[in-house]
């Protein structure tokens, strides 16, 4: 595009994502993660209640962990990430730690309009940059092979599948994949 003195002006694209179908075009530059807070906590569990219910049923481990957050990962030493645009909560995970240098990437959740832009590429990159700041050398995942883009993200993101079958933290798990992280 050319501006006005003849100089060639290009057009920033790296903060965008295309339009969809699902919504009007987002520009990701304004949304922003954010670590948990107790006022964002009933969003944690809102949203992955969501995708829980739709495809499976509530366990006891998952009423657990969504309705105290706080005591069951954040004050054990992990972290509940939020995407935010303004005060709209679109999108969160959690970390949960496993032992020494290994967390769980959990409850990881995209509201349903506002799927398809990336932000499960930005809960990603943020809850991976995290683990690494804390000396982590494996992130590791229980999820279900019916949550098809999901397990394409976990790929994306350099997820290995470790296991095909029952899980064992909730019944509803038939995969585990990790994810090793170089010291």
Do not use: Q
Request: aromatic residues 6%; proline residues 7%; neutral net charge.
């Amino acid at each position: 595009m050319k501006r006005p003195g003849g100089r060639n002006h290009e057009i920033p694209t790296s903060g965008l994502r295309r339009p969809t179908t699902r919504g009007p075009y987002l520009p990701l530059m304004t949304i922003r993660v954010e670590p948990f807070r107790d006022d964002l906590g009933p969003h944690f569990e809102k949203l992955n209640l969501e995708w829980i219910e739709r495809h499976f049923r509530v366990e006891e481990r998952d009423r657990e962990v969504l309705g105290n957050p706080r005591r069951e990962v954040v004050d054990r030493g992990g972290e509940v990430f939020f995407l935010l645009d303004g005060d709209e909560v679109l999108g969160t995970c959690a970390m949960i730690p496993h032992g020494e240098g290994v967390y769980e990437l959990s409850k990881m959740a995209v509201d349903p309009g506002s799927r398809g832009r990336g932000l499960g590429d930005r809960l990603m990159d943020a809850a991976i940059a995290w683990a690494r700041g804390r000396g982590a050398r494996r992130i590791l995942l229980e999820s279900n092979t019916v949550l098809v883009p999901a397990i394409e993200l976990y790929r994306k993101h350099g997820f290995r599948t470790t296991r095909l079958g029952p899980g064992d933290e909730y019944e509803r798990s038939n995969i585990e994949m990790t994810l090793d992280l170089p010291a």
